[in-house]
């Protein structure tokens, strides 16, 4: 089993930036891939970037890439999404899950655990 939380959502202008921490706890919480995924409202929720494991291998989905880096502590069983030049397009409930094995994937209906989500809202 692992529990996810996460932090640091909140409201921003456009052209801000935030991090979202992903707190996991479990025996194996620091050795399962992480993804991050958005959700608005009527929508079906769509990848955002992952990461392996190890911490060795991301991915981005396009509407990321040269803004949005994951990264992960496994120190501190922490996964983060630092998220640079944020549009309102990127507003949205945004969640962390984890898979119970160690290569990301990229469907939410590959993951095992959720978090309850984080709001993120980007003004004009």
């Not at 079906?44 to 502590?73: L, M, P, Q, W």
């Not at 290569?103 to 209906?109: E, F, I, V």
């Amino acid at each position: 089993q692992v529990q996810l939380v996460e932090s640091g959502g909140g409201l921003v202008q456009a052209g801000g930036s935030l991090r979202l921490s992903c707190a996991a706890a479990g025996r194996t919480a620091s050795s399962v891939a992480v993804g991050w995924f958005r959700q608005t409202r009527g929508k079906e929720r769509d990848f955002v970037a992952a990461i392996s494991g190890g911490g060795a291998s991301t991915h981005y989905a396009d509407s990321a890439k040269g803004r949005f880096t994951i990264s992960r502590d496994n120190t501190k069983s922490a996964v983060y999404l630092q998220m640079n030049s944020l549009k309102p397009a990127d507003t949205a409930v945004y969640y962390c899950a984890a898979r119970s094995r160690y290569d990301y994937r990229l469907r939410p209906d590959e993951y095992d655990y959720w978090g309850q989500g984080t709001q993120v809202t980007v003004s004009s």
